[in-house]
């Protein structure tokens, strides 16, 4: 089927940056929307940013100013730069597609094993 991989995550200080990838391998006739989510130890997951195949974005309001979220249709892949980075950044973070595999099928959701990001104070 899909896989996703994600790479870029590891240690960083406040105020650091990061960038994480995300590469969609497999059967993919078409991606639409990619995101990225994050989970903290005993939280839920939550969205972190969303990219549509048009390049529209959306940022969840912890974010705004301080992540940006880009595409390369080219090589399926997903961005997510991280600046500024604060310790309650710090958790694992999931990639996320939606993907029709071929002509005839629905859109489907799927999930990378995700990358830890460690913000130290």
């Known amino acids: 089927q899909v896989q996703l991989v994600e790479s870029g995550g590891g240690w960083v200080q406040a105020g650091g940056s990061l960038r994480l990838s995300c590469a969609a391998s497999?059967?993919?006739?078409?991606?639409?929307?990619m995101g990225w989510y994050r989970q903290a130890p005993g939280k839920q997951r939550e969205l972190v940013a969303v990219i549509t195949s048009v390049d529209n974005t959306n940022y969840a309001d912890s974010v705004k100013g301080r992540f940006t979220i880009s595409r390369d249709n080219a090589k399926n892949t997903v961005y997510l730069r991280m600046n500024s980075l604060k310790p309650a950044d710090t958790a694992v973070y999931y990639c996320n597609a939606l993907v029709q595999t071929t002509f005839l099928s629905l859109e489907r959701n799927y999930w990378g094993k995700g990358t830890l990001v460690t913000v130290s104070s």
């Open positions: 497999g059967s993919i006739f078409r991606i639409n929307d």
